[in-house]
T-cell receptor
Framework: GQQLNQSPQSMFIQEGEDVSMNCTSSSIFNTWLWYKQDPGEGPVLLIA???AGELTSNGRLTAQFGITRKDSFLNISASIPSDVGIYFCAGQNRAGNNRKLIWGLGTSLAVNP | DSGVTQTPKHLITATGQRVTLRCSPRSGDLSVYWYQQSLDQGLQFLIQ???????AKGNILERFSAQQFPDLHSELNLSSLELGDSALYFC?????????????FGEGSRLTVL
Protein backbone atom coordinates (compact mmCIF):
# COMPACT_ATOMS: atom_id res chain seq x y z
CA GLY A 1 0.00 0.00 0.00
CA GLN A 2 0.89 3.66 -0.12
CA GLN A 3 3.50 4.80 2.38
CA LEU A 4 5.12 8.00 3.43
CA ASN A 5 8.86 8.66 3.18
CA GLN A 6 10.10 9.13 6.69
CA SER A 7 13.69 10.09 7.47
CA PRO A 8 16.05 9.41 8.92
CA GLN A 9 15.42 5.68 9.39
CA SER A 10 17.35 5.72 12.63
CA MET A 11 19.22 8.12 14.87
CA PHE A 12 21.67 7.62 17.68
CA ILE A 13 22.23 10.74 19.74
CA GLN A 14 23.63 11.92 23.04
CA GLU A 15 21.33 12.90 25.85
CA GLY A 16 20.63 16.63 25.72
CA GLU A 17 20.86 16.91 21.94
CA ASP A 18 18.03 18.16 19.78
CA VAL A 19 16.45 15.83 17.23
CA SER A 20 14.78 16.51 13.90
CA MET A 21 12.91 14.11 11.68
CA ASN A 22 10.59 14.55 8.75
CA CYS A 23 8.01 12.92 6.62
CA THR A 24 7.21 13.55 2.96
CA SER A 25 4.48 12.45 0.64
CA SER A 26 3.73 12.64 -3.04
CA SER A 27 0.12 13.36 -2.12
CA ILE A 28 -1.45 16.26 -0.31
CA PHE A 29 -2.83 15.63 3.16
CA ASN A 30 -5.02 17.81 5.31
CA THR A 31 -4.04 16.04 8.52
CA TRP A 32 -0.63 15.02 9.80
CA LEU A 33 -0.10 13.01 12.96
CA TRP A 34 2.96 11.94 14.89
CA TYR A 35 2.95 8.81 17.02
CA LYS A 36 5.60 7.26 19.26
CA GLN A 37 5.98 3.55 19.88
CA ASP A 38 7.90 2.41 22.94
CA PRO A 39 9.44 -1.07 22.87
CA GLY A 40 6.74 -3.70 23.48
CA GLU A 41 3.93 -1.16 23.32
CA GLY A 42 1.47 0.17 20.82
CA PRO A 43 1.85 3.59 19.18
CA VAL A 44 0.77 6.61 21.20
CA LEU A 45 -0.40 9.85 19.62
CA LEU A 46 1.99 12.75 20.28
CA ILE A 47 0.76 15.58 18.10
CA ALA A 48 -2.00 16.10 15.54
CA UNK A 49 -1.84 18.88 12.92
CA UNK A 50 -4.84 20.02 10.92
CA UNK A 51 -3.78 23.14 9.03
CA ALA A 52 -0.99 23.90 6.56
CA GLY A 53 1.74 25.88 8.27
CA GLU A 54 0.51 24.92 11.74
CA LEU A 55 3.17 24.63 14.42
CA THR A 56 2.16 22.70 17.54
CA SER A 57 4.10 21.83 20.67
CA ASN A 58 3.69 19.11 23.26
CA GLY A 59 6.30 19.65 25.95
CA ARG A 60 9.73 19.28 24.36
CA LEU A 61 8.17 18.12 21.11
CA THR A 62 7.27 20.47 18.28
CA ALA A 63 5.69 19.44 15.01
CA GLN A 64 4.94 21.43 11.90
CA PHE A 65 2.52 20.92 9.05
CA GLY A 66 4.41 21.86 5.88
CA ILE A 67 2.92 24.64 3.78
CA THR A 68 2.94 22.45 0.68
CA ARG A 69 0.75 19.99 2.65
CA LYS A 70 3.09 17.25 1.45
CA ASP A 71 5.41 17.16 4.44
CA SER A 72 5.65 17.41 8.19
CA PHE A 73 8.47 17.77 10.68
CA LEU A 74 8.98 16.70 14.27
CA ASN A 75 11.60 18.20 16.55
CA ILE A 76 12.55 17.02 20.01
CA SER A 77 14.56 19.40 22.14
CA ALA A 78 17.00 18.43 24.87
CA SER A 79 16.52 14.69 24.43
CA ILE A 80 16.34 12.39 27.45
CA PRO A 81 16.65 8.59 27.69
CA SER A 82 12.89 8.04 27.76
CA ASP A 83 12.66 9.57 24.27
CA VAL A 84 13.95 6.23 22.98
CA GLY A 85 11.48 4.55 20.66
CA ILE A 86 10.14 4.60 17.14
CA TYR A 87 8.46 7.74 15.87
CA PHE A 88 5.84 7.34 13.17
CA CYS A 89 4.25 9.97 11.00
CA ALA A 90 0.84 9.43 9.49
CA GLY A 91 -1.04 11.44 6.91
CA GLN A 92 -4.70 11.60 6.21
CA ASN A 93 -6.92 13.22 3.65
CA ARG A 94 -10.17 13.90 5.44
CA ALA A 95 -12.28 14.34 2.37
CA GLY A 96 -15.43 12.31 2.21
CA ASN A 97 -15.66 8.99 3.95
CA ASN A 98 -12.28 7.61 2.90
CA ARG A 99 -10.12 8.59 5.85
CA LYS A 100 -7.47 5.92 5.87
CA LEU A 101 -4.25 6.81 7.58
CA ILE A 102 -1.10 6.46 5.51
CA TRP A 103 1.89 5.63 7.70
CA GLY A 104 5.61 6.16 7.46
CA LEU A 105 8.00 3.31 8.28
CA GLY A 106 9.25 5.10 11.37
CA THR A 107 12.36 6.75 12.73
CA SER A 108 14.08 4.71 15.40
CA LEU A 109 15.66 6.91 18.06
CA ALA A 110 18.34 5.78 20.47
CA VAL A 111 19.61 8.13 23.19
CA ASN A 112 22.95 7.62 24.86
CA PRO A 113 22.80 8.81 28.49
CA ASP B 1 -2.24 2.46 29.64
CA SER B 2 -4.36 3.28 26.56
CA GLY B 3 -7.40 1.42 27.88
CA VAL B 4 -7.37 -0.92 24.86
CA THR B 5 -6.85 -4.56 25.82
CA GLN B 6 -5.54 -7.20 23.47
CA THR B 7 -5.15 -10.92 24.03
CA PRO B 8 -3.10 -12.99 23.70
CA LYS B 9 0.15 -11.00 23.93
CA HIS B 10 2.13 -13.75 22.25
CA LEU B 11 1.07 -16.65 20.06
CA ILE B 12 3.16 -19.30 18.35
CA THR B 13 1.54 -21.61 15.87
CA ALA B 14 2.24 -23.65 12.76
CA THR B 15 1.56 -23.00 9.10
CA GLY B 16 -1.93 -23.93 8.03
CA GLN B 17 -3.42 -23.28 11.45
CA ARG B 18 -6.07 -20.77 12.48
CA VAL B 19 -5.90 -18.26 15.33
CA THR B 20 -8.19 -15.68 16.87
CA LEU B 21 -6.98 -12.40 18.31
CA ARG B 22 -9.20 -10.48 20.67
CA CYS B 23 -9.55 -6.77 21.39
CA SER B 24 -11.54 -4.81 23.94
CA PRO B 25 -11.72 -1.10 23.06
CA ARG B 26 -11.52 1.80 25.47
CA SER B 27 -14.68 2.37 27.44
CA GLY B 28 -17.02 4.48 25.31
CA ASP B 29 -15.21 3.92 22.03
CA LEU B 30 -17.37 2.52 19.26
CA SER B 31 -14.74 2.13 16.52
CA VAL B 32 -12.19 -0.65 16.44
CA TYR B 33 -9.33 -0.80 13.95
CA TRP B 34 -7.00 -3.69 13.21
CA TYR B 35 -3.45 -3.14 12.03
CA GLN B 36 -0.62 -5.45 11.06
CA GLN B 37 2.92 -4.33 11.80
CA SER B 38 5.94 -5.95 10.23
CA LEU B 39 9.50 -4.66 9.96
CA ASP B 40 9.49 -4.15 6.21
CA GLN B 41 5.89 -3.01 5.73
CA GLY B 42 5.32 -0.82 8.74
CA LEU B 43 1.78 -0.36 10.00
CA GLN B 44 -0.76 -1.74 7.55
CA PHE B 45 -4.43 -1.01 8.09
CA LEU B 46 -6.57 -4.13 7.87
CA ILE B 47 -10.13 -3.24 8.78
CA GLN B 48 -12.35 -0.94 10.85
CA UNK B 49 -15.60 -1.70 12.62
CA UNK B 50 -17.99 0.83 14.06
CA UNK B 51 -20.71 -0.22 16.46
CA UNK B 52 -20.78 -3.73 15.08
CA UNK B 53 -20.63 -2.93 11.40
CA UNK B 54 -17.73 -2.93 8.98
CA UNK B 55 -16.79 0.69 8.28
CA ALA B 56 -13.62 0.58 6.20
CA LYS B 57 -11.42 -2.07 4.67
CA GLY B 58 -7.71 -1.96 4.04
CA ASN B 59 -5.19 -4.55 2.95
CA ILE B 60 -6.89 -7.46 4.61
CA LEU B 61 -6.31 -10.86 3.05
CA GLU B 62 -9.24 -13.13 2.24
CA ARG B 63 -7.83 -15.62 4.76
CA PHE B 64 -8.40 -13.03 7.47
CA SER B 65 -11.74 -11.94 8.85
CA ALA B 66 -12.94 -9.81 11.71
CA GLN B 67 -16.09 -8.96 13.55
CA GLN B 68 -17.26 -6.65 16.30
CA PHE B 69 -19.70 -7.97 18.84
CA PRO B 70 -22.63 -6.21 20.58
CA ASP B 71 -20.44 -5.56 23.63
CA LEU B 72 -18.05 -3.80 21.20
CA HIS B 73 -15.15 -6.18 21.61
CA SER B 74 -13.65 -7.37 18.36
CA GLU B 75 -11.96 -10.48 17.09
CA LEU B 76 -9.56 -10.92 14.21
CA ASN B 77 -9.48 -14.40 12.75
CA LEU B 78 -6.44 -15.50 10.79
CA SER B 79 -6.69 -18.81 8.94
CA SER B 80 -4.51 -21.00 6.72
CA LEU B 81 -1.56 -19.26 8.31
CA GLU B 82 1.63 -18.74 6.34
CA LEU B 83 5.12 -17.87 7.51
CA GLY B 84 4.63 -14.35 6.18
CA ASP B 85 1.72 -13.77 8.53
CA SER B 86 4.17 -13.55 11.42
CA ALA B 87 3.81 -9.99 12.69
CA LEU B 88 2.52 -7.77 15.44
CA TYR B 89 -1.22 -7.27 15.23
CA PHE B 90 -2.55 -4.12 16.83
CA CYS B 91 -6.03 -3.13 17.71
CA UNK B 92 -6.88 0.54 18.09
CA UNK B 93 -10.06 2.27 19.10
CA UNK B 94 -11.68 5.67 18.81
CA UNK B 95 -15.02 7.12 19.71
CA UNK B 96 -16.01 8.34 16.25
CA UNK B 97 -17.30 6.58 13.18
CA UNK B 98 -15.14 8.53 10.81
CA UNK B 99 -11.41 8.15 11.35
CA UNK B 100 -9.98 11.36 12.80
CA UNK B 101 -6.53 9.80 12.99
CA UNK B 102 -6.55 10.05 16.76
CA UNK B 103 -6.40 6.40 17.69
CA UNK B 104 -5.70 4.59 20.94
CA PHE B 105 -3.65 1.45 20.39
CA GLY B 106 -3.43 -1.69 22.45
CA GLU B 107 -0.13 -3.36 23.26
CA GLY B 108 -0.46 -5.76 20.36
CA SER B 109 -0.49 -9.50 19.82
CA ARG B 110 2.74 -10.95 18.50
CA LEU B 111 2.05 -13.85 16.16
CA THR B 112 4.81 -16.22 15.18
CA VAL B 113 4.07 -18.81 12.51
CA LEU B 114 6.58 -21.65 12.32
Amino acid sequence: GQQLNQSPQSMFIQEGEDVSMNCTSSSIFNTWLWYKQDPGEGPVLLIALYKAGELTSNGRLTAQFGITRKDSFLNISASIPSDVGIYFCAGQNRAGNNRKLIWGLGTSLAVNP
Amino acid sequence: DSGVTQTPKHLITATGQRVTLRCSPRSGDLSVYWYQQSLDQGLQFLIQYYNGEERAKGNILERFSAQQFPDLHSELNLSSLELGDSALYFCASSVASLNTGELFFGEGSRLTVL
